[in-house]
């Protein structure tokens, strides 16, 4: 296939738009290449309406909906118009690269060109042998150097490596015109550099061992240790370098002339990434699934098959792989919220009836109104241990509120309601505690709940409770004691909103992490005073499972001045 591509804008087909997808497609289709995407339901809306947006270092873009071409269902391709893409490009992940390819097949023509972009190199085998199996296109060698992410469906953000490159090339031999004059397009684009390699598979293993070795440093240790910062801590170098040398050794016994010069060129870009880290160390961290398989996890498999020893890559791999297992729901471990959650959002007003003071009356009556879940947010480092202390600041009037809180199991964001319970991985009491007379005068003139709310101790944890000890939660009664005596007996069917609406509605709002907490409201408060001991616990369930504070005056703190402007 030598034959040049016909004249006039190509065809290109980006399954996925996401960092890599969104932000090559949109530099595409701003040069009135005749851009198309297949997206998933949630990318699709915004699409249809608003067309991509990338915000980056290079210059913003947004390619209207009217300037791309189509943009798909991956849920009703069936329902789609077909067409030969000129080119089809794989921006998914390297465990998807297999089912992907299978929605694309009717999209490929003849003399499709079928490029990947997937970290790693297990990926190439699988999409040469499908494609060639298919008897039409021609699969390419391909991979790309940005650091991106999706700020939102449709959003791009792009902060380092500048300008993102396409490296690709044919398998074998020397480029086509086809190739070439993809070379020339992509390199007319704005924000866009492009390689069209010689020995592409060669230089392939080179982006390998790069990635592999930073995301086995960075995933290990954590956010902190970013690109710029391993050149700069002698033992993470000195880790990297290690990594690198095992899957150079992995490379040349697998037939690569993998030259020793090329991990010297990447200490200078390791320097100037400032603040770069790898996709696979983000989803990692996230708690999403991620490509560890794909890169440390297939260079211990081909350290074995050639007899090379991986010691950096296969510990990085065994530490980290819990935490994948975890986001792809192939183990289940016991969620604890107080080290493993970041947040706890807590919905206003939710409990139909609910008894407040009677000096509250318009604020319960606008909450009647509440036509989706209100919340306040707390971080985790509010929380404390069930059997801790409350420190109550000066003059604080503290309130009691025994709640039940849901568990999230696995991160997630814009679920409906048919799939929030499928991330809800248990419960837990806790005592929402409230400094009264310290935000809800101010909640007046619409402040914010955090002076009231959110102040450390403030929110009492128990145990978690796994979701097979409590299968009915919205038909379960919370009660509240006070000095051992029940001071509330709150039905959890009198919520507004079901647990379900919470969770997605929560989730749209922000991200949700494994071992995030929503409280799912009260049925009434009361009064608490110093000394007080207050418990939150489930009728009928064990005794271990109930969360208990006892209130104390608040330590006396250095107060700090600050000078006037």
């Known amino acids: ?100 390819l299978k929605m694309c097949q009717p999209w490929c023509g003849a003399n499709t060109l079928v490029l990947p972009l997937q970290n790693g190199v297990d990926a190439f085998s699988t999409v040469r042998g499908i494609v060639t199996s298919w008897g039409k296109g021609r699969p390419l060698v391909g991979w790309c150097n940005i650091v991106a992410a999706i700020q939102e469906p449709g959003i791009i953000k792009h902060w380092a490596a500048s300008p993102p490159c396409i ?55 954590g956010p902190t ?37 090329w991990m010297d060129k990447r200490i200078p870009v390791l320097r100037d990434a400032i603040g770069a880290t790898t996709s696979c160390s983000r ?101 404390i241990a069930s059997g801790g202390q409350c420190e ?14 849901v568990v999230i199991s696995h991160s997630c964001e814009n679920l409906s309601p048919e799939q929030a319970m499928d991330y809800v991985g248990g419960y837990c009491m806790v005592l929402d505690l ?6 809800f005068e101010s909640m007046k003139y619409g402040h914010s709940w955090t002076r009231n709310k959110c102040q450390n101790t403030f929110k009492p944890v128990g145990a978690f409770i796994p979701a097979s000890e409590l299968p009915k939660p919205e038909s379960v009664r919370v009660l509240c004691r006070v000095n051992g005596k029940t001071v509330a007996q709150d039905a959890t069917d009198r919520m507004k909103f079901s647990i379900a609406q919470q ?11 494994r071992g995030d907490i929503l409280l799912t409201g009260a049925g009434s408060l009361g009064p608490l005073a110093i000394g007080d001991v207050v418990e939150g616990a489930i009728e009928g369930l064990d005794p271990k499972y109930t969360v208990s504070a006892t209130l104390v005056e608040q330590p006396k703190r250095r107060k700090i001045h600050h000078s006037k402007l």
Request: some cysteine.
């Open 434 to 439: 409230t400094a009264g007379n310290l935000g």
């Open 225 to 261: 240790a970013t690109q710029d910062l391993i050149p700069q801590v002698p033992e993470l170098e000195q880790m990297w370098r290690s990594a690198m040398e095992e899957i150079i050794e992995i490379a040349r016994k697998s037939g690569i002339d993998y030259q020793q010069s």
């Open 1 to 100: 296939m030598n034959l040049a591509f016909h004249s006039g804008p190509l065809r290109w087909l980006f399954f996925g738009c996401g960092a890599v997808g969104g932000y090559f497609g949109a530099r595409l289709a701003q040069k009135k290449q005749k851009v198309s995407f297949m997206v998933r339901k949630e990318t699709l809306r915004v699409l249809s309406s608003d067309g991509v947006r990338v915000r980056s270092i290079c210059g913003d873009v947004h390619v209207p909906r009217a300037d791309l071409d189509q943009v798909m269902n991956t849920e009703a391709l069936d329902k789609e118009p077909k067409f030969d893409a000129d080119v089809i490009v794989l921006a998914c992940k390297a465990w998807e690269v297999e089912g992907c």
């Open 283 to 383: 989803d990692i961290w996230a708690g999403r699934q991620s490509e560890l398989e794909d890169l440390l996890g297939s260079a211990h498999r081909m350290g074995q098959e050639k007899g090379v020893e991986t010691p950096v890559i296969s510990t990085c791999l065994r530490a980290l792989l819990v935490r994948d297992r975890l986001a792809r729901r192939e183990t289940t471990l016991p969620i604890y919220p107080m080290l493993e959650g970041q947040k706890i959002l807590g919905t206003i007003c939710n409990h139909r009836g609910q008894q407040l003071p009677a000096d509250r009356t318009l604020e319960q009556k606008k909450a009647e109104e509440y036509l989706r879940p209100e919340w306040f947010v707390c971080p985790m480092s509010s929380a």
């Open 392 to 405: 109550v600041p000066e003059g604080g009037q503290m309130l009691w509120e025994a709640e039940l809180g």
């Open 167 to 221: 490296y690709f090339g044919e398998f074998e031999g020397a480029p086509s015109s086809r190739t070439k004059q993809m070379e020339s397009i992509l390199a007319s684009c704005d924000g866009t550099a492009v390689s069209l390699e010689e020995d592409a598979l060669s230089k392939c293993w080179e982006k390998f061992s790069f990635i592999c070795a930073t995301t086995a440093v960075q995933a290990t240790a």
């Open 503 to 513: 969770v997605a509605d929560a989730s749209e709002l922000t991200p949700l992490r």
